[in-house]
Each structure stands twice: as C-alpha cells, then as structure tokens.
C-alpha cells in the first residue's frame, strides 16, 4: 500500500497568495518556534506510518509545491488539477488502490494512518478468495469523524450520512475503483480540521 499525498488544488478559497502545501503553522505548542509547512507534516505523517511508499500529487495549479518538492527530494506525479475526483480518477488508472491523505489535515496522525489501511485490509478487501487482479470488489474506505463531537468552532468540509448518523469526510481514505464505500469513524475532532479558508487556519493556529 502506498500513499498520495494531494497537494494539487487551487485552494481558491483560502485566499492566499501561497500555495495551500507550503503554508507554515506553528508545532508543539504556545511557546514553540518551530514552524511546520503542511506539506512537510502530512509527510512526516506518513514516513512514520506503515505505507511501503508515497508520493506528493500536484498539478499545474501548484508549482511553487512542485519546485519545492524536487528541492527537497519528495517524489512527485503531476494529475490533471481539474478537481478532485478528477484527479482520483486519473491516480487509478495507474495505481490500483491507495491511501489518499490531503496535504491539509493539520492534525493527522501515523497511527491515523495505520488504522485506516488496518480497516481495509479487514474489511475493505474482498477480492482475498477470488483469482481477479481487480480491485473492483474491495471497497473504498472513506475517514470520517461524527458531526456531533466536533466543537462549534469547526466548520466541517463534506458532511454526509450513514446508517442514520452524520459525519464528516477528512481528507483520508483507502482508494479503489469500486463504488462501494465504507466509512471508518475516528473518536478524534481535531481530525476534522481541513485548512480550507483563512477561518480553518486560524483555527489551526489557535489549536
């Protein structure tokens, strides 16, 4: 299992004149000095967790991402940065299941991480007694959080509902080509917090 990094947006909404993977928010509390990019985070995340390998998505939307990326030796694949189910899609058809992590989740987690390709490899892969290479009977695994342990503060980026209850998509997920869809629920609120406007990164500055 490897993993994608997607750091390919527009981040229209944020309103930055940075790319969205190169912002800086400060780590280890108040008193801390230590300034961290997103993109530097999310990869530390993931080198620490159990994916074989990964590489940073970006797309013609985010070259300043791209520049820093070779300077700094993470390997990249551009996609079309036409959206991101787009840009999915066009992952797939050259990689046949992976973790998807946006570059933006401020306090994700290795063992996040680990949980969630755990959960798969349980649950999401049904193909284990069948002689197909395809994947197209695992299901996709979709991290979410329940919308009603987030604090008020937090403005949830994609809610939907399942089995009568309500959460909140992160930005982490097991991809495959299969429409079947599982979610897997973690007790964390602060993993709800995508940095989508300037009000998501002051919420994760303050945090």
């Known amino acids: 299992m490897i993993a994608i990094i997607l750091a390919g947006g527009k981040s229209s909404r944020l309103g930055e004149r940075k790319e969205k993977a190169l912002i800086k928010i400060k780590i280890g509390g108040s008193g801390s000095k230590n300034q961290n990019r997103l993109i530097d985070l999310a990869v530390e995340n993931v080198r620490e967790s159990k994916v074989e390998d990964f590489l940073v998505a970006i797309s013609e939307n985010t070259p300043e991402t791209e520049e820093y990326c070779k300077l700094i030796n993470y390997k990249t694949i551009e996609t079309p940065g036409e959206g991101y189910h787009a840009d999915l899609r066009y992952l797939l058809a050259r990689y046949p299941e992976f973790v998807s992590v946006a570059c933006d989740i401020a306090f994700l987690k290795p063992e996040h991480i680990n949980a969630i390709i755990d959960f798969y490899n349980d649950f999401g892969n049904s193909n284990s007694n069948s002689n197909s290479n395809s994947n197209s009977n695992s299901n996709s695994i979709t991290g979410a959080v329940p919308l009603d342990i987030i604090p008020p503060y937090v403005v ?28 897997f629920v973690f007790n964390d609120p602060l993993l709800a917090i995508n940095i989508n406007t300037p009000h998501d990164l002051g919420i994760a500055k303050k945090v």
């Open 156 to 183: 949830p980026s994609y809610v939907f509902e399942y089995e009568e209850r309500k959460l909140i998509a992160v930005g982490l997920n097991v991809v495959t080509d299969s429409r079947k869809d599982l979610p």
